[in-house]
């Protein structure tokens, strides 16, 4: 809203200008310098900044060409649900660690990284899905440089696997395809490559340019070949950083820990983070009190595309918020009060989450795509009627995605996937857990409870119907 006026245009093309250039945008929303610049120039004007934007930007000098060494690429595993995503991540990290090393015993911290048999380093993104890949985007974060698209052999190119490809190739983030469940009697890895092959997608066994790679993420087979093709393609991308400088990076995740208070997974990108380094990271800030690995070994530095638990931040940063390392405890709790007061009035403004009255508004200003969904419900015949509807209800306009269905009581895990990909829980005779319910609250998340079918598909109709724009 500031911008358009300062530009005097109309806030719906600056709006539709953020999305052309893939910004998803609400009218109140704070924009970073870069993205400010970039739509300006689009509009034919110049940005000069003045202070506030100075003031909670950390400014990260250039590197030099000669302190440029490569680094490990960082990889992001999609696909359809059930297709295996799940399944490779831990094939790959539990096949990597060998016994001894911290006992063997692995954490989900977010991500992790291993070495090939070549020798060669991969640093994996531990939450498949597009959602949080898309979610990290939406931040501004460019984390990922590698895609694997994951295929079952046994099915087929799925929605979701189409919507993978499609986020990827938005992104402009190169895929590597791997066809799963090879060890099936029933796969047909062919049918799956004539179906890639149908939507652009030609592997290179039949004359395309996706590497693909026939796999088991139960068996390993394939596995070894999978990360191979990974390292190609990292190589035709010639990733670099400069190790010999203060870290930045991005926080993968972050949590309160009972008894070590805020732990954060943090994705070194450039530079070395230390033990005893002054952390910014978002609104939060602290000095390194220690460092692992995701099977818990103590690391006192972490180098370029290395995934580390950190603790010693005063907060929980937000998944995609950039971190820098800062000369000073002061300069770094000035910059964090900062942008903590610049979140509050953000929340304030705009809603964190989208809720069913949310939608009309979001339509409005034309940032209103897809309405994800989390079912939940007493059997599963209601929760597969139930999601079946409420697919249906998907127009031209806006997509209905369940993201998740399940039966059983609205857990806590429901609700901070609803927080990660904006969704609505509908529950069908179920109620939320209490730890749910408090979580939904602090998140704003919106929970709504039925005990008749056609009442929750109305509602939704309503909400998707009831604002749409003639317009569009
Ligand atoms: P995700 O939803 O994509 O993360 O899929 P999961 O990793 O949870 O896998 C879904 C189901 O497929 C699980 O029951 C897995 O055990 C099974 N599965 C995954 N990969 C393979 C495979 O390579 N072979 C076989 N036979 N089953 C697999």
């Known amino acids: 809203n500031d911008l358009a006026s300062l530009m005097d245009v109309s806030v719906n093309d600056v709006i539709s200008t953020c999305m052309s250039l893939g910004m998803f945008v609400s009218i109140n929303q704070r924009l970073d310098a870069e993205s400010i610049t970039v739509i300006a120039d689009e509009?034919?004007?110049?940005?000069?900044?003045?202070?506030?934007?100075?003031?909670?930007?950390?400014?990260?000098?250039?590197?030099?060409?000669?302190?440029?060494?490569?680094?490990?690429?960082?990889?992001?595993?999609?696909?359809?649900?059930?297709?295996?995503?799940t399944s490779l991540l831990d094939y790959i990290r539990s096949s990597k660690v060998t016994a001894g090393e911290a006992g063997g015993i692995t954490q989900h911290i977010g991500a992790y990284d291993v070495t090939t048999e070549s020798g060669q380093k991969i640093a994996f993104l531990d939450t498949p899905g597009h959602e949080a890949f898309t979610a990290m985007r939406a931040r501004g974060a460019k984390v990922t440089d590698i895609v694997i698209i994951v295929v079952a052999a046994d099915d087929d190119v799925m929605p979701q696997t189409k919507e993978a490809i499609n986020h990827a190739q938005v992104a402009g983030v190169p895929i590597v395809i791997a066809i799963n469940k090879v060890d099936k009697p029933n796969a047909n890895p062919d049918k799956i490559k004539e179906a890639l092959s149908n939507i652009n997608i030609l592997v290179e066994d039949w004359g395309g340019k996706y590497q693909s790679q026939e796999i088991s993420a139960k068996t390993g087979q394939g596995v070894?070949?999978?990360?191979?093709?990974?390292?190609?393609?990292?190589?035709?991308?010639?990733?670099?950083?400069?190790?010999?400088?203060?870290?930045?990076?991005?926080?993968?995740?972050?949590?309160?820990?009972?008894?070590?208070?805020?732990?954060?997974?943090?994705?070194?990108?450039?530079g070395t983070m230390k033990v005893g380094d002054v952390i910014l990271a978002g609104a939060y800030y602290g000095r390194v009190k220690a460092m692992f690995d995701h099977i818990g070994s103590k690391m006192d530095k972490a180098g370029p595309s290395t995934p580390v638990l950190m603790l010693g931040l005063d907060g929980a940063p937000q998944a995609g918020d950039k971190f820098n390392v800062m000369e000073s405890d002061r300069e770094a709790r000035e910059i964090a009060t900062k942008r903590e007061q610049i979140l509050r009035e953000q929340s304030i403004r705009t809603k964190k989450h989208i809720t069913l009255d949310e939608i009309g508004r979001r339509l409005a200003i034309g940032s209103f795509k897809e309405l994800n969904v989390i079912v939940k419900g007493d059997v599963d015949g209601s929760v597969e009627a139930l999601s079946d509807s409420l697919l249906k209800l998907s127009t031209e306009e806006i997509q209905v995605n369940i993201i998740h269905k399940g039966v059983g009581q609205i857990s806590e895990s429901d609700v901070l996937l609803a927080s990660a990909s904006d969704a609505v829980i509908v529950g069908f005779q179920v109620r939320p857990s209490g730890s749910a319910r408090k979580i939904a609250d602090n998140e704003e998340i919106e929970i709504r409870l039925y005990s008749v079918i056609y009442d929750a598909i109305n509602d939704v109709r309503d909400a998707m119907e009831g604002m749409l724009d003639p317009e569009v």
């Open 43 to 85: 509009f034919g004007y110049n940005v000069e900044f003045t202070s506030t934007d100075d003031e909670i930007e950390v400014e990260v000098e250039e590197d030099a060409e000669e302190d440029l060494k490569p680094r490990a690429p960082i990889v992001t595993i999609m696909g359809h649900v059930d297709h295996g995503k």
């Open 224 to 270: 070894e070949e999978l990360l191979e093709k990974v390292l190609l393609e990292a190589e035709l991308l010639e990733l670099k950083a400069n190790p010999v400088k203060n870290a930045t990076g991005t926080v993968i995740e972050a949590s309160l820990d009972k008894g070590r208070g805020y732990v954060a997974t943090l994705l070194v990108q450039n």
